[in-house]
């Protein structure tokens, strides 16, 4: 019997190749999505403390992104989808986790609110005005006499004259 040759997807041969990828094979992609200045970068650095070296940064479009997205292909192994999960539990508040093809990249980061992180509102918040009960005073007041005044006659001394 003889067997065909089967020619493999590129992304099972590349996998073949690596069969235990280390952190300086895997191809990241890293979106701010909050428009937070740096969120990109910062990320980008701390990926690269610990081995990920092949690393693009861009921004998202929207960058309204509150949690962070992290789309891993189909290719990606377990250890490393828990050590980029592990990564960006610690450093931000919220991750969402999906698998995707991605035709460039092993993994997609769009970031989100860093932890500690509080959004400030957009724009500023309306004053509105609500009336108050009229002021009522509680201080005592002095009460005007009542009726007519009283005249009364007083004595005063008249000097007599000398002669």
Do not use: C, W
């Not at 828990?82 to 539990?89: M, Q, S, T």
Request: without cysteine; glycine residues 8%; charged residues 20%.
């Amino acid at each position: 019997m003889k067997m065909k040759k089967r020619l493999l997807p590129l992304h099972l041969k590349r996998n073949l190749l690596l069969p235990q990828r280390d952190r300086a094979a895997v191809k990241i992609q890293v979106l701010n999505g909050t428009g937070i200045t740096g969120g990109a970068g910062t990320l980008k650095g701390s990926l690269e403390k610990v081995g990920y070296s092949q690393i693009d940064v861009g921004n998202a479009s929207p960058q309204s992104f509150t949690a962070t997205e992290v789309l891993f292909g189909e290719d990606v192994t377990a250890s490393v989808k828990a050590d980029i999960g592990k990564i960006l539990e610690e450093l931000y508040q919220d991750v969402e986790v999906k698998e995707k093809s991605l035709p460039k990249y092993d993994i997609r980061i769009t970031t989100g609110y860093p932890k500690g992180y509080s959004a400030s509102p957009t724009s500023k918040p309306k004053i509105t005005l609500t009336p108050s009960p009229a002021a009522t005073s509680t201080t005592p007041t002095a009460k005007p006499p009542t009726g007519s005044p009283t005249v009364a006659p007083t004595r005063t001394a008249t000097p007599t004259p000398t002669p």
